[in-house]
């Protein structure tokens, strides 16, 4: 990978810790998610689940609209 671009690419990854944050959600809940296949995509990176920004913000898009349907 260029080393220009290795930066950008990990400051868009987001471990557990600072998607929970994002979501203002216990990380304990974002794994009971993730068990359940329910949450935003995470995947393992090594041992780590990191989040890219990208997935938990269209997470949280999709769950706006599903709500503004009435679902």
Known sequence: ???EI???VAAELLT???AAAILRAPVAT???WRHLGVGPDGFRLGRRV???R???DRW??????AQ????
Do not use: K
């Open 1 to 3: 990978m260029n080393d």
């Open 6 to 8: 290795a930066p950008i």
């Open 16 to 18: 557990l810790n600072e």
């Open 30 to 32: 974002l794994r009971y």
């Open 50 to 52: 990191v989040y890219r």
């Open 54 to 56: 990208q997935d938990v």
């Open 60 to 65: 949280v898009a999709e769950q706006q609209h």
């Open 68 to 71: 503004a349907l009435g679902r």
